[in-house]
């Protein structure tokens, strides 16, 4: 038994595996620090980026995010947080119908994922589809949640995304 134990410890080093760590978020086998941690930093920054008006940086850091998330979704495809963020970044990067494209796919695997929802409402409000944001702004109604507020903000025009 204490064979087995040390060969399963061994085989999970090489592969840089904790067994021992609890999962966090709700899509843990898609958050490792080899990908997809290393893109959500990269978004944050981005983000600051694009706040500080360095929109040239910004567009770096979202690519080099999408690129990460690429590579994560070959390897494991269907992690709606995974298509959440590369929705995200394709359409920061101006690319529409691509992002859209992800968002679809996720919400196809989870129709209440909270970041999907919130950000495929913003696409529709940026591409002048009024009525298909408001029915993204209904799913998030009873989620009590920053996003369904935020959405709310950019659908009324009290808030302004750049895409």
Known sequence: MLKKILITIFICSIFNTNVFSAPSGSDSSTKT???????????????????????????????????LLVELNNKIPNKPDTLNYLGFTTRKLGDFEGGEKYYLEGLAIDPKH??????LGELYVVTKRHNLAVERLQVLKGCNCKEYKQLEKIIAGEEVSKY
Do not use: M, P
């Open 33 to 67: 620090n080899s990908g997809y941690d290393k893109a959500v930093n990269l978004i944050k920054k981005a983000k600051n980026s694009e706040k500080k008006g360095k929109l040239e940086k910004a567009n770096k850091q979202y690519e080099k995010a999408r690129k």
């Open 114 to 119: 909270i970041g999907i929802n919130e950000y």
